[in-house]
């Protein structure tokens, strides 16, 4: 029997009867992360990391949400499972199966490289690992952080220069905090769209430091903040909301920047490749430091990265889900 099954429901483990982010109810739900197409409405039981749990009673209401801290063992029925840091954002986990000795890994969504902010990725040793592959092409290669980062900032000093306001879009869970966390302050205001600002509040409260910032709301009078930054959701940089801005240069912070042709789909002016997803690079790295001989690949370019992995040895097989993840229109923006 095996440790796992991949069900109507979502990925199932019968020994412990309960699911690993099922996208229809049940009765105990094991979560990754926060965002939509992994913690869902519904379910009777959650249970998730202490830092995820907070945004994820702010998405989803009054829930009875369990909490775990990385690395403790717990038993569920006849499975031993613990949370590891998958450092997608901050609370992310892949979640470790054991069921008589054999090992499964389901990641949840990853990147491998150290962000300073979410908890940093740990590979997770295992006999099967279910991986995403949401950047699964040798085309996405990610330039450093900082590097990235750098480039934002002179972009946006640069516009403040010329009186122009800097509307960057970028998700509201992980993305938007991670971009607060990491550019240069000092070069003027930070504004940010009422989405991300709330995802903001629950961080602070529990204790994640963020720079200052200044919500907009219908009251806010924007000439008071000249060269601003402004965060938001890239649905809405398109709409009446960015055009009350006046002056502004429009740039989008994502991974799929790298793809010719998406920085225009998005009506942006700039795009910047920063996701906080592996690429092909660390996806693969990844799965090799798991030890694995199975993967089961999800959310992404699976049908193209499933042959790659079986043309390297791997015993590999697609998992079919209701949600995709993060796509060129993905719904995430909106949280």
Not at 16 to 40: C, E, K, M, Q, Y
Not at 204 to 233: E, F, M, N, S
Not at 273 to 296: K, P, Q
Request: aromatic share 8%; with cysteine; glycine share 12%.
């Amino acid at each position: 029997m095996s440790v796992l099954t991949f069900t109507e429901r979502g990925i199932f483990c019968p020994a412990g009867n309960f699911f690993i982010d099922p996208w229809a109810p049940v009765d105990r739900a094991l979560i990754t992360h926060g965002h939509s197409d992994h913690a869902r409405p519904g379910h009777r039981r959650y249970l998730a990391t202490a830092p995820a749990a907070p945004v994820i009673r702010h998405r989803l209401g009054g829930i009875a949400l369990d909490t775990i801290t990385y690395g403790e063992p717990r038993r569920i029925g006849d499975a031993l499972v613990s949370f590891h840091p998958a450092g997608h954002v901050p609370g992310s986990a892949q979640i470790r199966v054991e069921v008589a000795g054999e090992v499964w890994v389901v990641s949840g969504d990853y990147k491998t490289e150290a962000d300073g902010l979410s908890e940093p990725f740990e590979p997770v040793r295992a006999h099967a690992f279910v991986s995403e592959c949401t950047f699964g092409l040798p085309v996405f290669t990610w330039a450093p952080q900082a590097q990235v980062l750098a480039g934002i900032d002179d972009w946006w000093a640069a516009n403040a220069a010329e009186g122009r306001v800097s509307l960057l879009g970028a998700y509201a869970l992980g993305k938007a905090q991670r971009l607060l966390a990491g550019v240069d302050a000092s070069i003027g205001p930070i504004l940010t769209h009422g989405a991300i600002e709330a995802t903001c509040a629950v961080m602070r409260g529990q204790g994640i430091a963020l720079p200052q910032t200044v919500p907009v709301t219908p009251a806010t009078d924007l000439k008071a903040h000249p060269g601003a930054l402004v965060l938001a959701p890239p649905s809405a940089l398109g709409g009446p909301w960015a055009r009350r801005f006046g002056a502004a240069e429009t740039g989008v912070a994502s991974g799929w920047m790298a793809l010719r042709g998406v920085r225009r789909r998005r009506g942006a002016e700039r795009g910047f490749v920063l996701s906080d997803h592996a690429d092909w690079a660390g996806l693969n790295a990844a799965i090799r430091a798991t030890g694995a001989e199975r993967v089961f690949v999800t959310h992404g370019y699976t049908s193209v990265f499933r042959r790659w992995l079986a043309d390297q040895g791997y015993d590999a097989e697609i998992v079919r889900t209701a949600f995709q993840g993060e796509s060129l229109d993905s719904a995430e923006d909106t949280l």
